[in-house]
């Protein structure tokens, strides 16, 4: 069996867009086809995705008829422990692809995700605008018990995916890429300390996004961030869901106006612009960034390999 894919990098995040050699799987719309893959495909996700063909820090994407005509495709985002709502830093991954595959030019596009329907806007220069699902605060300054780190104070957002936004204080390790692996032990306590009190998102949703602030390093950039991703990996660009989170904490709070361009920096250096406009009480939040495709691959799976479907 053979798979076809393309890589890219979007500020350093990795996106694996699957564009051949997968069936589709069934269902009318993008949500019905996420249900479907969830259900019956992991085998293709892991393969895909986990070692020793990819790893903990690769995204997936599988290109899928959209239900809605007006859109340029479907796409199901996909992480090595399961699928994603939706996906910033993997969207604008798949409008290079796209572009590099030569199925849309420069202008503006819709792509249909299990989440709803985002508009994107592809540059000439190749920087993507992608307008997101709506935002929304979920709950200001939740507070959490940790074991190490005492009480942990947080907003709980949707951007797409469901964050824990922290500002950094004294007791929190500096957001520095020497200091990640200080982070991720912080960030994977407060997911744990979430989950076993019982904190959640709107529904009972599973809160599975952490994301700490501090002060940037780059200059001209709003604030410094490290997030903590499912699957116990942590994002090397600036997270699109988790910077459209963090803009829908801000209005919430009255410390940004409509229009008002929001600069995040990652733990790597690269950053994120975006703004939000307000419809009614809706947020509807705008980030840009540029991919770089790095491979066109051929994922072969050999029925005699005992790591065919991945290192699970």
């Not at 596009?109 to 329907?117: A, N, Q």
């Amino acid at each position: 069996m053979q798979i076809e894919v393309i890589d890219s990098h979007t500020g350093g995040e990795p996106t694996r867009v699957v564009v051949g050699g997968w069936d589709i799987p069934q269902g009318a719309t993008c949500a019905e086809k996420r249900d479907d893959l969830r259900k019956n495909q992991t085998h293709l996700r892991t393969a895909v995705i986990l070692e020793p063909r990819g790893s903990d820090v690769v995204v997936g994407a599988l290109l899928v008829p959209p239900s809605d005509p007006s859109c340029c495709t479907g796409v199901i985002f996909f992480n090595n422990v399961d699928t994603l709502g939706m996906c910033g830093h993997g969207t604008i991954g798949v409008v290079e692809t796209l572009r590099h595959l030569g199925r849309i030019q420069s202008g503006t596009h819709k792509i249909e995700t299990p989440v709803g329907v985002v508009e994107v806007k592809l540059d000439d220069d190749g920087n993507v605008w992608v307008t997101n699902v709506p935002a929304f605060v979920h709950q200001l300054g939740a507070t959490v018990e940790t074991p190490n780190y005492g009480t942990i104070t947080g907003d709980i957002v949707w951007g797409g995916n469901w964050f824990f936004l922290i500002q950094r204080n004294a007791f929190i390790p500096e957001i520095l890429f020497e200091n990640r692996t200080k982070l991720m032990d912080f960030t994977t306590e407060v997911r744990e300390s979430l989950e076993a009190a019982g904190i959640t998102g709107r529904g009972g949703d599973l809160i599975d996004h952490i994301e700490v602030f501090g002060l940037a390093l780059v200059e001209g950039a709003n604030s410094k961030n490290f997030v903590l991703c499912p699957g116990m990996a942590y994002d090397r660009s600036p997270c699109g869901t988790g910077t459209c989170a963090k803009m829908a904490s801000l209005v919430a709070r009255g410390k940004l106006s409509p229009g008002k361009r929001w600069i995040q920096e990652s733990i790597t250096g690269s950053t994120f612009t975006g703004y939000v406009d307000i419809d009614g009480e809706t947020v509807i939040p705008h980030i840009s960034g540029r991919a770089h495709i790095t491979a066109k691959s051929t994922l072969i799976l050999d029925e005699n390999d005992p790591f065919r479907w991945g290192i699970v």
